[in-house]
């Protein structure tokens, strides 16, 4: 069974760093891998989803990266903002009889002071 | 403005209540899912269908029944056997039969006991 584990569970960061959140997957037969943002008491917003073909994916101050030969993913968000304080969670796909399915992990949450 | 619209926002459940969360999209999706999400864990997968008139078990289905009878709509109930309903519900869509469609969330339902 896939499992899905993100580290740190908490981040707090001062306004302008650059930071890492870091996603491992138990299971490398995955079809693609997202990254998803949860704000308090919302949905999920998909920020970047990486195929299992491509090494990274890039938006803006947003870059993921997936090494599925060894189950890690890793976001790196560049100059952070306020604005950016969040949950963030990493899920990969996997199938299960003739459905895709999400797997999800507990997220990090993210704090940056200004 | 396509999108998934989940209601109510709050909702309070009695002892051997049967509560129902609604669950409507209009982005022209075949497949939605429902999920269950309790403080700081990751999403786990309650049900979900992939057409009209069909749904499958995901991992968490005990004491939850769904029905799929249109294409927009997919409801969920927390049924009086499900001994712990407390947690935020989240519902989502996607295109069937394309595995790296992303998937597409509402803002979700938080419901409590009373």
């Known amino acids: 069974k896939q499992e899905v584990t993100q580290i740190p569970a908490a981040l707090s960061v001062p306004e302008g760093e650059n930071l890492v959140l870091n996603c491992s997957f138990t299971d490398s037969a995955i079809y693609n891998l997202q990254w998803f943002r949860q704000d308090p008491g919302k949905g999920l917003t998909s920020l970047l989803l990486i195929q299992s073909s491509q090494r990274e994916q890039t938006s803006g101050r947003l870059n993921a990266s997936l090494d599925k030969s060894s189950g890690r993913s890793t976001l790196y968000i560049a100059a952070s903002q306020p604005g950016d304080s969040a949950t963030y969670l990493c899920a990969v796909t996997t199938t299960s009889g003739s459905a895709r399915q999400l797997t999800f992990g507990s997220g990090t949450q993210l704090t940056v002071l200004p | 403005d396509g999108g998934i619209t989940q209601s109510p926002k709050y909702l309070f459940r009695k002892e051997g209540q049967n509560v129902t969360l609604s669950c409507e999209q209009n982005?022209?999706?075949?497949?939605m899912y429902w999920y269950r999400q309790d403080p700081g864990q990751g999403l786990r997968l309650i049900y979900y269908s992939q057409i009209v008139n069909d749904f499958q078990k995901g991992d968490i289905a005990e004491g939850y029944s769904v029905s799929r009878e249109k294409k927009e709509s997919f409801p969920l109930t927390v049924t009086s056997a499900q001994k712990n309903p407390t947690a935020f519900y989240l519902c989502?869509?996607?295109?069937?039969?394309?595995?790296?469609?992303?998937?597409?969330f509402g803002d979700g339902t938080r419901l409590s006991i009373l």
């Open positions: 989502a869509s996607s295109f069937q039969g394309f595995f790296n469609q992303p998937q597409h």
């Open positions: 982005l022209n999706h075949d497949a």
